[in-house]
């Protein structure tokens, strides 16, 4: 079983500070940790316990700068055998469709049974990238997936639905399947494997050599054009406490009683 | 006269709530644009569904076929592109769920319409397309442009709009299905009901719930503690269930449970819309987060900036002083 996981190298933001930049239409990035995006993180570990099981190879691929390398290594630590950037100047200011456009050029002739993606990237949620991607690979895809069995050709899937509910779907192979978290526990991955991983090669490949021209990545072949970033508008917002946590502990306590609570 | 298509979304016999938040979206761009808002309505033996819908809009347009009998993102496209293809709406809207997520990004695909997902507003500027939707877990608004088009697609967020009411008399329209065969690469099989048992959440008065704040497993018995204190339970953020420290009935939000207890204590949640749907109702909401700008503030009736294992001990002998006081 050959796996590709398409995995993206973002800001780690759940609990960061996030400010817009000069430009209105990004984040500072200065100050932020980057890694790989949760959602991919699970990708990448269910591609590797399938080819623990059933051999194989699994292929990390990411369209980024060279800073994405360290997203890569994690993944060649966890067991991924080869990596793959997909990096030009030119690829600024893609969108999700974008995005799977460069992937598909760089996909099409590589051999493979399955292609994973995260359900969806962490930094700016599209969940477009994997099901794009299948179409303009001509293969089925089922997304948010969060179990997998592998028979006779075919992936019988547990897709997450609304409210507890779950779905099975059968897909024939080749497909790409967006995983969803939870589907599995990432091992952990150790600074000696890290270490390891940074002797292996990442191949680069540009917009040339992936055959693609100007109009079809960047804000030109994009769908979506971003226009202006800013901060939500609060339309309830909390009354806040403050206070030692003691006073804060009373405070909250007195609310409670008041209400009845306590 | 253009229309504006609006994906209605059944399952297990019931039309999906995110069909009639679209209907307001749609009904309101329709009257505004000075087209016609038709109902895209999918399905086998879904001539009720249709009756209802036909009180929402000017249209359904009806395609009953027994091999659209459940959900299935191959049918479905082969379906939508035919209609899209014949009928050129301006806009087709998709409810950004299980259902939508699987369907819309293929079919723009197919079809090389743009697509935004996940969009929490929209307009139409004369017959260009500019989308409002969220970034890096809801602390940021995007106001994006879709790329000039025929035909644009845009996925919706749930309980972003309120329902529409019933108010209208439409026509329902058959159409004959262009379907001649079974999906060839994709197949439903079957539900998969999640396991009775366990602790019910939605019944209890009082939830504490816990979020990615909460750091380690080990610190699961402090809150634990402070739960019990209270006399309510454990909930939680999707995170937590992922790592495996709670089951997946304590989950609160779209994937997981909606909950309306008296009290919900948010420890350490940043609150992503996916969680705050499911809690957004609770009588009284207090929130407890290192990060003044997360947007669980927004929705919480008193916030504390603060981090959540200073005041959780605290808070915890402060409820067993008041209640040896009753006492």
Not at chain 1, 206 to 213: A, C, F, R
Not at chain 2, 177 to 203: C, H, M, Q, W
């Amino acid at each position: 079983m050959d796996i590709l996981v398409c995995v993206k190298h973002v800001p780690e933001t759940a609990e960061a500070d996030i400010k817009i930049d000069s430009t209105g239409k990004t984040i500072e990035k200065a100050g932020l940790v980057f890694d790989i995006n949760e959602w991919d993180d699970y990708a990448v570990e269910e591609a590797v316990r399938i080819k623990e099981k059933l051999g194989g190879t699994v292929t990390v691929i990411t369209v980024g700068s060279e800073d994405a390398n360290s997203t890569l290594r994690k993944c060649l630590a966890r067991g991924a055998d080869k990596a793959i950037r997909l990096s030009d100047p030119k690829f600024e200011g893609s969108d999700s469709y974008a995005i799977a456009k460069i992937l598909h050029k760089a996909i099409k002739d590589l051999p493979f049974d399955l292609i994973f993606t995260g359900a969806q990237a962490g930094d700016d949620g599209y969940a477009m990238v994997g099901p794009i991607l299948a179409q303009l690979l001509g293969i089925p895809h089922a997304t948010m997936v969060k179990k997998i069995e592998l028979k006779n050709g075919v992936a019988r899937v547990n897709r997450e639905l609304e409210g507890g509910l779950e779905e099975i779907v059968e897909v024939k192979l080749p497909a790409v399947l967006t995983i969803q978290t939870g589907i599995n526990e990432p091992r952990y991955v150790s600074i000696m494997g890290i270490r390891k991983a940074m002797k292996k090669e990442i191949k680069v490949l540009g917009m040339t050599e992936l055959g693609l021209s100007e109009n079809e990545v960047g804000e030109a072949g994009s769908w979506i054009k971003i226009e202006k970033l800013y901060v939500p508008p609060v339309e309830k917002q909390a009354e806040f406490l403050d206070g030692t946590p003691e006073e804060i502990a009373a405070k909250i306590a007195e609310i409670l009683k008041a209400r009845g609570l306590v | 006269m253009k229309e504006i298509f609006i994906l209605a979304e059944h399952r297990r016999g019931e039309i999906r709530d995110i069909t009639f938040e679209m209907l307001t979206k749609g009904k309101e761009l329709a009257e505004k644009t000075n087209m016609e808002l038709a109902v895209v309505l999918l399905g086998k033996d879904v001539k009720e569904h249709a009756k209802t819908l036909s009180q929402h809009a000017k249209k359904v347009l009806l395609i009953e076929d027994e091999k659209l009998e459940n959900f299935n993102s191959e049918s479905y496209q082969k379906v939508l592109s035919h209609l899209i293809k014949e009928r050129k709406p301006l806009l087709t809207l998709i409810g950004h769920t299980s259902f939508g997520m699987d369907l819309a990004p293929s079919l723009a695909a197919s079809l090389n319409i743009p697509l935004a997902t996940d969009c929490i507003d929209l307009e139409i500027e004369d017959s260009a397309l500019m989308v409002t939707r969220q970034m890096y877990g809801g602390k940021v608004n995007v106001k994006a442009r879709l790329r000039q088009a025929e035909s644009y697609l845009v996925t919706v967020r749930q309980a972003t709009f309120p329902a529409e009411k019933a108010s209208m008399n439409g026509e329902i329209i058959e159409i004959p299905s262009p379907l001649s065969e079974e999906a060839a690469n994709k197949r439903f099989i079957e539900y998969v009901l999640p396991p009775p048992g366990g602790v019910d959440i939605t019944a209890a008065e009082v939830l504490v719930g816990i979020g990615r704040g909460i750091k380690d497993e080990s610190n699961l018995p402090l809150v634990e503690d402070l739960a019990k204190a209270l006399g309510g339970v454990l909930a939680c953020s999707r995170p937590i269930v992922d790592k495996g420290w709670l089951p997946n009935d304590r989950q609160v939000g779209t994937s997981g449970k909606t909950v309306k207890p008296k009290l919900y204590i948010a420890l350490g949640i940043s609150g992503a819309f996916q969680h705050v749907l499911g809690m957004k109702n609770s009588d009284l909401i207090i929130a407890v987060n290192k990060d003044p700008n997360a947007p669980i503030f927004s929705v919480a009736d008193y916030g504390i900036v603060e981090d959540l294992f200073k005041i959780v001990p605290s808070l915890k002998d402060k409820i067993y002083e008041l209640k040896a006081g009753k006492a």
